[in-house]
């Protein structure tokens, strides 16, 4: 079975500086892992997955994610944050013929 | 990437009515889609998974008689909310799968979602 565990319900950074979310997950088999993005009242868009190949993952957006299978995790970066970046994130896991799990979810805010 | 449409965004219904949300794969053939549900403030739950030609497989407690799953083509999917009550009020969001749009990565693509109110 897989897990995600989203850790802070809500982060808040200034504009300009680092953007990190954190994530970890559980899997019996290797993962596959995806970071979304949820605007208001809206659906979700993928910014990034990691599908076995590179660990570092570039995404849309200028986000990026490091998969560390030695510490089970997929955390989220961006150097520099803007204030079009608030919104819900979420992370989230599969194997291969298994559904995809979410994590509950983090609420970044921007401060100017 | 692939666009999945769900239509409609909104909608309100009194209480003891049904309510259908429509979920198309618009530039892909969704061989599988899924039907989430998602509280205010919380993540998506995974509700049921539909195959084309074949019967929703729902998950633990998600009453299927009272959602009604039907994909009966590979770009339609329904969602019927049947007797809707206000506990029914929820933002729902399909995803779909299929062929070379998403591979076999698992990768889903998502509508943009229904808020459903029941008064």
């Known amino acids: 079975a897989q897990s995600v565990t989203q850790l802070g319900s809500h982060v808040s950074v200034s504009e300009g500086a680092l953007v990190l979310l ?10 596959y892992l995806f970071w979304y993005v949820q605007y ?4 979700l868009q993928l910014l990034l997955k990691y599908t076995s190949a590179a660990t570092l993952v570039k995404g849309i957006n200028g986000f990026e994610a490091e998969f560390k299978k030695s510490e089970t995790s997929f955390h989220l970066t961006k150097p520099s944050a803007h204030m079009s970046d608030a919104a819900e994130y ?9 559904p995809l799990v979410f994590g509950k979810g983090t609420r970044l805010s921007v401060i100017a | ?13 009194k ?3 049904s309510v259908k949300i ?17 509280f205010p403030k919380q993540s998506l739950m995974l509700m049921a998974t539909s195959n084309e030609g074949s019967k929703a497989t729902y998950e633990q407690g998600v009453e299927k008689d009272k959602f009604l799953i039907n994909h009966a083509s590979l770009t339609l ?17 399909c995803s779909a799968r299929g ?21």
Request: some cysteine.
């Open chain 1, 40 to 43: 208001p009242n809206q659906g």
């Open chain 2, 1 to 13: 990437g692939a666009v999945v449409s769900q239509h409609p965004s909104r909608v309100i219904c």
């Open chain 2, 77 to 93: 999917s329904t969602l019927t909310v049947t007797s809707a009550h206000p506990e029914d009020s929820s933002f729902y969001i």
């Open chain 1, 90 to 98: 979420f992370c989230a896991v599969r194997g291969r013929n298994t």
């Open chain 2, 22 to 38: 429509e979920c198309r794969s618009l530039d892909f053939q969704a061989t599988t889609m899924f039907w989430y549900r998602q």
């Open chain 1, 22 to 31: 954190r994530c970890n997950y559980s899997s019996s088999v290797p993962p």
């Open chain 2, 99 to 119: 062929g070379l749009a998403g591979g076999n990565t698992g990768e889903l693509f998502f509508g943009e979602g229904s808020r459903l109110t029941v008064l």
């Open chain 2, 15 to 17: 209480s003891g009515t």
